[in-house]
Every structure is written in C-alpha cells, then in structure tokens.
C-alpha cells in the first residue's frame, strides 16, 4: 500500500484516526521548519518539545481527515493540541515516533 502508517487515538470517546504519509510529513516539516529526522531526534536531547508533537499530530489528523473525504474543517493546531490534553505526550509522542519509523524505513526491507 506504500509508505503509510495509519494509528487511532482514544481520546475520551472519540476515536481520533492519524494517517502519515511522505506528504503529511513533508507538510509537519514545512509547518514546523524542522525536518522529520530533527523532530524525532531532537525528542532525545530536548531539541523538540511539545510544540513540535503537535504539528506532526496535526498533520497526521489532517491526512486522515482529506483521506476520508471529509467535509469537516481541516484540522488545527488546536484541535491537537486539545487531542494531546486528553490523550497525553508520552502516547502521542509514542505512536507518531512509531508511523514516522514505519514511513520512512518504507522499502528497506525489499532493499
């Protein structure tokens, strides 16, 4: 199915659904000014942070909402910020680090 890495949040009763994609990461990038490999280093060291978290959620939220075809607003800043207050930073860093492995480690296999 290519590089993607689909993941669902429980955030109280609703389901929040996350697609990453080589584009939803370039989009994180491009919102942030960092690179994805940054991002996720820098969670090592102290480089990246909350803020950080928090672009890539929502880029995550905003590819699963387009992929869907949903005619909501798209996604926010804030809407992930609200997503990481219900759900927390540990977890989400958790499974943002773990899609971005599995989209950028995509093909290596076959290699």
Sequence with gaps: MGARAESVLQAG????????TN???????AQSGKSIVTITTGLSTGASG????????????EAARRESRSTNQPVSLNDAY???DEVGFEQVTTVIV??????????????
Aim: glycine share 6%; charged share 25%; hydrophobic share 50%.
């Design 13 to 20: 009763d609703k389901e929040v659904r996350l697609l990453y």
């Design 23 to 29: 584009r939803a990461l370039a989009e994180a990038e």
């Design 50 to 61: 909350i803020g950080d978290i928090a672009v890539v959620l929502r880029a995550g939220m």
């Design 82 to 84: 609200e997503v990481m």
């Design 98 to 111: 773990t899609a971005i492995a599995e989209v950028i480690s995509y093909g290596s296999k076959n290699v």
